[in-house]
């Protein structure tokens, strides 16, 4: 969700009066997790950053920093989610 919500704030960082919209997860999970709920929803916001002349306050270099540290999540969590995995092929394989 907010790799597809990078990509519309980036595909519209030219339309006039466009609002970066930001997606706000990690504070849901957080509670999620303490509750052991297992249920989280990230929303949607509005950015409230400055507009420029053209009413549209897409910044590109913050788009494109969010981006890398949103790719750079995912691989982390899955790498940190295959990592068991990955140690029991090895034993497997050593071992068989």
């Known amino acids: 969700m907010r790799q597809r919500t990078i990509a ?8 006039p009066n466009y609002h970066a919209k930001k997606i706000a997860f990690e504070a849901a999970l ?10 989280t929803t990230a929303t949607t916001t509005r950015s409230l950053d400055a507009t420029q002349l ?13 981006n ?11 790498q ?13 394989r050593t071992n068989g």
């Open 30 to 39: 957080s509670s999620s997790v303490q509750a052991r709920d297992g249920h």
């Open 80 to 92: 940190a989610s295959n990592a068991p995995f990955t140690g029991m092929r090895t034993a497997m």
């Open 54 to 66: 053209n009413g549209n306050n897409v910044n590109l270099d913050t788009e494109t920093l969010a």
């Open 8 to 15: 519309d704030n980036i595909a519209n960082v030219n339309t």
């Open 68 to 78: 890398i540290q949103t790719v750079l999540r995912y691989q982390f969590a899955a």
